[in-house]
């Protein structure tokens, strides 16, 4: 019944706009190019000014609007570009596509505009933040190596666990929870080198748009936000490569046409070399990445366009040929556009997306390789039903399978003897149907539900617990302990040993005061059912992942926002202010000195209990003119509560809410552009954040000549506050050179004023005093940097 309201609304809604197009119309359709390199463009506007009406772009450039036979004047904006107004005569149904030429006004006109990030004031879309290229390639960065991660973190409601932390927090949520999507294929580790760079080569990446709440039914599996990015299609008019070579890696995409005009190719690589200097100083450690971006795509009619897209990277960490870590994504997508009709435009996807992450201990003898794959095959419709009311419905089907972890020895006089967890199969499934509805001219929404399965299939050897109780509690020690297994059971591939259904419904809603002034609510419901397990603060290559299953009960979330915005002086200068809450189900979490290395049965190790997030998010721009620019703050809490299962168990923390570890009570950040002139701009940007949670020891006891210190509360003191000042400068030789080999300097610093950030806190023995002592880890202090950028 708690779905009752949501879905009567949808209902309410549906059978109003149903009955709103008794005038016979037509459909004006088409798709919305660069001029220079054919590259679909998404979320461009197409505006009728006779009928108010209008509509945007979708994911490849398509749009669709009725309008009643006549005479319209049809306007085309899209930021950063040069707009266009045409006359159309509409008679019967209607094909308009365009090219768009990308702008260059002159600094002496004072404007100059931000990309695609506007805000829409009667959008019902919320809790969406989005950054253009070219504002992340201005933007300052440790090591100069431009990353779409590092700038969403000086955004509201997203931070991390620290510096080298892999990965993004949003609104109080963990890593685990954001879904990455990368051309529609799952991302699961987003950091190269833990951290220290993201997968995402900038020179590939069309569009990225993030949501933090608010989130439309075409999206599932996670509970914190979902990240959407889309690589470039690749130029099909002419041959065309750019780059980079920065201090410690470097990169180079090339682009043109497989046939002109009808198709192109797009292939894109990056790599670090930091690891070279190492060895020329005769050092045995080496620490490097390399990815590969690349794309294909082809139209073989006006309603047929195939498009091949895929990634694959790596990451290798030595230290002394003794430790070797190697771990990264592969992702590959084959997808089809197929337009049914002027109204429907699908697309069907088939995507294989793996996760690998592997172990070398040579001191120790053995190697160890884990990872996930899985294999989705989804079908997406967008309709076009009238003006006032569009349609998303489609479905997804995804196949897992996880490989918790498998050891080798290394020769045979390593000792080590070959052991392999029990590999875990898993099938999730979900069809959603959503509706973005125009009310009135002051009143929009955009509505849904999906509804998912998740199939836990069978497995060679499972567990049997006494009671279904893996984990028991000692009370006499006051502590949690593995249950010993009574038994084991195996099920074919083909068997289902475990099934969870959910109903997830959505809502969001803009109500404008005038045209430049709105408040706008959204509540969502989502269900995950992957976790990740880990005992640190950013995910790693030891990290657990594991699918819902007997013992195992997906997350579910439930969030509510509100939040009013406001444009001034015709959207020169925007505000966006959220409140959020958010409250999650079946949050588990490790008990108190668990095992998660190369354990068989995670299910004896953690609890399930429920975590929440609260605050207020402030995002204030200047959008125009040759100072641009945001301030964002952040105030929130985020906390999690894992109580006993019964009256006498404790529970971790005792059953009391405890901070997690990615809580940050103030988070604020500014950032700013100065175009100084037409070879000369300037960026800056400043972060201040409330330290990370952590737990201090508070007191200490003597073990047989050993000092053993003893821990308070779980997350309940915190590191030092966090603070840093970047600064870059961008310089373009020869700006107004349109042919050729163009270039461009990047000279940057971070961490200006050299702070000494706290990454942790650790205590040790002193070997003097014989006294625990605190021991504080800095990773970055200054570093300058220079990239040298080109294209031709």
Known sequence: MKFSLPFSLILVFLFISLGLNAQETYSLKGTITNASSNETLIGVNIIIPEENKGVVTNEYGFYSIKLPEGKYTVEISYLGFQSLRETITINGDTTFNTALTESSESLDEVVIQSNNEGLNIKSPEMSVNKLSIKTIQ?????????????????????????????????????????????????????????????VFNPDAIKDLKLYKGGIPAKYGGRVSSVLDIYQRDGNSKEFEAQGGIGVISSRLLAEGPI???????????????????????????????????????????????????????????????????????SVFNLRWNHLVSDDIFTNLSLIYSDYYYGLTLDFVGF?????????????DFNHYLNNTFQLEYGIHNTYYEFNPGEIEPI?????????KLTNKYAFENATYFSVEHTISNRFSAEYGIRFSNFFRLGQDSFNVYED????????????????????????????????YSNLEPRLALAYSFTDNQSIKASYNRMAQYLHLISNTSSPTPLDVWAPSGPFIKPQILDQYALGYFRKFQEGKYTLESEVFYKDIQNRIDYVNGANLIANNNI??????????????????????????????????????????????????????????NYDKTHDISFTTTYDYNKKWDFSANFAFQTGLPVTYP????????????????????????YHRLDISATYIPKPNKQNGLQSSWNFGIYNVYNRKNANSISFRENDDTGRNEAAKLSLFGIIPSVTYNFKF
């Open 603 to 660: 299910e004896t190790i953690i609890l399930n209990g429920k975590s929440r997030a609260y605050g207020l998010e402030i995002l204030a721009k200047k959008n125009e003119g040759r100072l641009t620019g945001w301030l964002a703050y952040t105030l929130s809490k985020s906390e999690q509560q894992t109580p006993g299962r019964t009256s006498n168990e404790s529970g971790i923390n005792n059953g009391n809410w405890y901070a997690t």
């Open 411 to 419: 020769d045979e006089n390593s000792g080590i003897n070959y052991f």
């Open 138 to 198: 201005k933007l300052p960065v440790v090591f100069g190596e431009i990353d779409i991660i590092k700038s969403l973190l000086l955004l509201p409601g997203v931070s991390n666990a620290g510096e080298g932390a892999s990965g993004f927090n949003v609104r109080g949520g963990a890593v685990d929870q954001n879904l990455i999507l990368l051309d529609e294929a799952t991302i699961f580790n987003s950091s190269h080198l833990f951290g220290f760079f993201s």
């Open 367 to 379: 190697n160890w390789d884990s990872g996930i794959k899985n294999l989705n095959i989804k079908y």
């Open 259 to 329: 046939v002109k005009d009808k198709g192109s190719f797009l292939v894109g690589g990056r790599s670090s070399y930091a690891h070279l200097f190492l060895k020329l100083a005769d050092n045995p450690n080496l620490a490097y990445f390399y990815d590969l971006n690349t794309k294909l795509t082809y139209s073989l009619n006006d309603e047929n366009k195939l498009l091949f897209s895929g990634y694959f990277g790596r990451d290798v960490f030595d230290i002394n040929q003794n430790f070797i870590n190697t771990y990264g994504n």
């Open 468 to 499: 279904d109780n893996p984990i028991i509690y000692n009370s006499s020690l006051d502590i949690y302990e593995e249950a010993e297994p009574i038994g084991q059971e195996s099920y074919s591939r083909s068997e289902v040993i475990k099934t």
């Open 698 to 721: 508070t007191g200490q006891y003597n073990f047989n000549g050993i000092n053993v210190p003893v821990y308070g509360d779980r997350n309940s003191n915190r590191l030092p506050a």
